[in-house]
């Protein structure tokens, strides 16, 4: 049977969803082989698990959706309880329930909802989940304006760590919105189909870059095109949230 749960973990313990072997073993920690573990444990069988979606190292989540197969039934709220009793404290699932057997977390899925922080002044209780520019004088009106040019459908390539797998690099994306959440944050609130290796915190970093100045109104075009030559900022991680993924 095939079975589906959300989950939620703490980007900056572990090195990305994926998990990593090297001859044969893990060699570093991440949510998969964390969750993997548990599972294993609970079930008394290794466990296989299939993500939405491949976070990068220090990126959170808080809807990351997740399918495996297991031969047999499972009471899900035990299962849920023990899995989040024998993981780590950061990483917790939910929502755990039988879902189609032609299910699939990553390909069913029709678009995924990002949000990214930022403080525009210094913060003590909040610095881990939030990218900190203090008192950086930003144009925030130019960088709205800016980010409309991610809207639709592009070629991607110049907005991300490229993985060279032969893979499409084209993504369709539906919101870039920037909102005020307090007189010293805002938001980001990012959605598309699909999204590459570090794209997120790419376009959010260019979008730094013209808000303060750096560069002017039409740089995102400007890369698209290839015409850029230009250093650029990449976004940290730990401001970046995997809200959800929607079916």
């Known amino acids: ?115 990214y922080s930022i403080f525009t002044r210094p913060v003590a ?14 144009d925030y009106d130019l960088m709205q304006r800016e980010a409309k040019s991610f809207i639709g459908e592009h070629d991607f390539i110049r907005f991300c760590i490229p993985r060279n797998d032969g893979k499409s690099t084209l993504c369709n994306i539906t919101r870039f919105e920037l909102v005020q959440v307090s007189d010293y944050m805002v938001q980001w609130h990012i959605q598309g189909n699909r999204f590459l290796h570090r794209q997120v915190r790419a376009m959010v970093g260019t979008l730094f870059d013209v808000g303060r100045g750096r560069y002017p109104e039409g740089t995102v075009k400007e890369i698209f095109a290839d015409r850029f030559k230009g250093e650029r900022t990449m976004a940290p991680p730990q401001a970046l949230v995997l809200e959800d993924v929607i079916y």
Request: neutral net charge; proline residues 2%; aromatic residues 12%.
């Open 1 to 115: 049977m095939r079975y589906r749960f959300r989950c939620e973990y703490l980007g900056s313990a572990y090195y990305g969803w994926q998990e990593q072997n090297e001859h044969g073993k893990t060699k570093y920690v991440t949510v998969q082989s964390a969750l993997e573990e548990a599972f294993k444990t609970a079930l008394r069988t290794p466990i296989d698990l299939v993500a939405a979606g491949r976070t990068d190292t220090g990126v959170h989540a808080r809807g990351q959706m997740v399918h495996f197969d297991y031969d047999g039934e499972i009471d899900c709220k035990k299962l849920t309880r023990s899995i989040n009793g024998l993981g780590r404290h950061t990483v917790k699932i939910r929502d755990l329930e039988v879902c189609d057997p032609d299910f699939h977390s990553r390909y069913d899925a029709v678009s995924r909802y990002y949000v």
């Open 125 to 138: 209780l909040l610095r881990d989940f939030g990218w900190e520019i203090g008192h950086l004088p930003i």
